[in-house]
């Protein structure tokens, strides 16, 4: 069973990305500069947004963090983001999720110019990673995907189970590991024995957001799994909590022929993925 170092792949992209942005810069371009808005104080969405904006700093990035109390209306956040989409100074644009309750985030991410929308969250982004035309990955499948042709794993001709079809995860990885030449199947709460699916996956990828749900009975024999879960759960660390993937990876790595672990597998590819459309948002123009 061989590790997927999220981590280590990450740091190694994190170099190249730094080398072209010098590179990018000696020509006479500006720095890319991701901007950020965050609303509220909810602690994993802090940490969030400070773990991208150190990100920006490392691979010689500019960055700015926009932060709103969470009292803002949904018109105040949107005329912020329109303000952004036309400030010529900043090329990418993320809105952390979740939002307070009273605000759409659909309508604030569709808000969001497709050509500054580094989350690949759009309708026209998707619309045309489905065609497999370039665009704005989104950043978790786009990490997933680069983690994926780092081990040099073949996708041709596999079976790939998706558990989850979320807009930011299932789905997206779905269309990604079909443009992949994988034969794709995507379940979800309301699949019958899933079991049935997953144990015929070459390739099994887990967004479902429940902690150890995939178990190794559920694992074909050498297959290669991705841990997308993240949940906190509470410990007696001084953090007051750990991240536990969705992946019961004591006993599925005994199955397992590769696997990604939580922490250190696709959180920093995500991150990555993150940077690399912020370097593209400035090469397109
Ligand atoms: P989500 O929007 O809550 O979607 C979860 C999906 O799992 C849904 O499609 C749901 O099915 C499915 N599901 C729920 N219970 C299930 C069950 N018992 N059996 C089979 N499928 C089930 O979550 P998400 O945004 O995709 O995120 C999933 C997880 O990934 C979360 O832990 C999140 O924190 C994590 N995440 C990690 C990263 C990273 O960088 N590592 C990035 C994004 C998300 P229905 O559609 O039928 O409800």
């Known amino acids: 069973m061989q590790i997927l170092n999220g981590n280590e792949v990450a740091k190694q992209i994190k170099l190249e990305i730094k080398a072209e942005v010098e590179q990018l810069v000696a020509n006479g371009s500006k720095k890319p500069h991701l901007a950020a ?7 994993a969405s802090m940490t969030y947004v400070a773990a991208k904006a150190k990100d920006c700093e490392q691979v010689g990035f500019d960055s700015t963090v ?20 036309n400030n010529p100074e900043i090329d990418g ?27 690949g969250f759009h309708p026209y982004n998707v619309g045309l990673m489905f065609k497999g035309l370039p665009c704005y990955l989104p950043a978790t499948p786009f990490g997933i995907i680069k983690l994926l042709e780092h081990y040099n794993i073949e996708t041709t001709g596999k079976n790939c189970v998706v558990i989850g079809r979320s807009d930011i995860v299932g789905k997206p990885m779905s269309a990604l590991m079909l443009n992949k030449n994988c034969t794709v199947t995507i379940c ?98």
């Open 37 to 43: 808005i965050l609303v509220g104080n909810d602690g």
């Open 66 to 85: 926009l932060r709103f109390d969470a009292s803002i209306t949904e018109a105040e956040l949107l005329s912020e983001v329109e303000k952004i989409n």
């Open 93 to 119: 644009l993320i809105v952390q999720l979740p939002l307070p309750k009273h605000i759409n985030e659909k309508k604030v991410t569709e808000t969001i110019k497709w050509q500054k929308d580094v989350d």
């Open 188 to 285: 979800h709460s309301k699949t019958v024995v899933i079991n049935s699916f997953t144990q015929k996956a070459d390739i099994l990828i887990a967004a479902v957001g429940i902690p150890n749900y995939v178990k190794a009975e559920m694992v074909k024999q050498g297959a290669v799994v991705i841990d997308v879960g993240i949940t906190r759960v509470d410990d007696s660390s001084e953090k007051g909590y750990k991240l536990v993937g969705d992946v019961d990876f004591e006993n599925v790595s005994k199955v397992a022929g590769y696997i990604t672990p939580v922490p250190g597998g696709v959180g920093p590819m995500t991150r990555v993925g993150l940077l690399l459309n912020t370097l593209l948002a400035v090469k397109a123009k």
